[in-house]
T-cell receptor
Framework: NAGVTQTPKFQVLKTGQSMTLQCAQD?????MYWYRQDPGMGLRLIYY???????DKGEVPNGYNVSRLNKREFSLRLESAAPSQTSVYFC??????????FGSGTRLTVV | EDKVVQSPLSLVVHEGDTVTLNCSYE??????LLWYKQEKKAPTFLFML????IEKKSGRLSSILDKKELFSILNITATQTGDSAVYLC??????????FGAGTRLTVKP
């Protein structure tokens, strides 16, 4: 099915470990996004990429890096995980009009 | 600072009830307001609103936007247990930027 695919679905990390969350879309969208979702705080934008080769910071970029590998793929990297990064991470693609398509999420726990 | 506030934060109703979910916003610029439904996983798109006073409908769900008063409502009539979800409101002040509210958790009891 067409859409946004995220991997992994679940991950447990120890403080200080690193990891990369992968995201791929097959809808030929130029723009892709990484959000985190925490209880009571809604979805907050970490980074976005308006087109292949460009990335920009969102509301909460500290502690993260991103790579727009090609038009399809946009990865999010945690270089040194902290407990404050425990969250559910969503990748999305598309434009604000008519609305984004979201991946199914990655539940990350940092202990 | 761009801000989206949803109320109530949670709501419990019984099947057949009608519910109204609220979304107010303050943004430096306005392009559109969107409603999403989030069950276990990914948010799924419900409506996009850009013009005041024009109701969007899909089955038992409807939504309307008031750009003068800076709010939107989402109505669900004859609720069913399958309507149980978190409903997210988002405002796009510009392209490639969408600000989300904290969501309203709706629980529909049989």
């Amino acid at each position: 099915n067409a859409g946004v695919t995220q991997t992994p679905k679940f991950q447990v990390l120890k403080t200080g470990q690193s990891m990369t969350l992968q995201c791929a879309q097959d809808m030929n969208h130029n723009s892709m996004y990484w959000y985190r979702q925490d209880p009571g705080m809604g979805l907050r934008l970490i980074y976005y990429s308006a087109s292949e080769g460009t990335t920009d910071k969102g509301e909460v970029p500290n502690g993260y890096n991103v790579s727009r590998l090609n038009k399809r793929e946009f990865s999010l990297r945690l270089e040194s995980a902290a407990p404050s990064q425990t969250s559910v991470y969503f990748c999305a693609s598309g434009r604000s009009s008519p609305g984004y398509t979201f991946g199914s999420g990655t539940r990350l726990t940092v202990v | 600072e761009d801000k989206v506030v949803q109320s109530p934060l949670s709501l419990v109703v019984h099947e057949g009830d009608t519910v109204t979910l609220n979304c107010s916003y303050e943004v430096t610029n306005f392009r559109s307001l969107l409603w999403y439904k989030q069950e276990k996983k990914a948010p799924t798109f419900l409506f996009m609103l850009t013009s005041s006073g024009i109701e969007k409908k899909s089955g038992r769900l409807s939504s309307i936007l008031d750009k003068k008063e800076l709010f939107s409502i989402l109505n669900i009539t004859a609720t069913q247990t399958g309507d149980s979800a978190v409903y997210l409101c988002a405002v796009a002040p510009r392209d490639n930027d969408m600000r989300f509210g904290a969501g309203t958790r709706l629980t529909v009891k049989p």
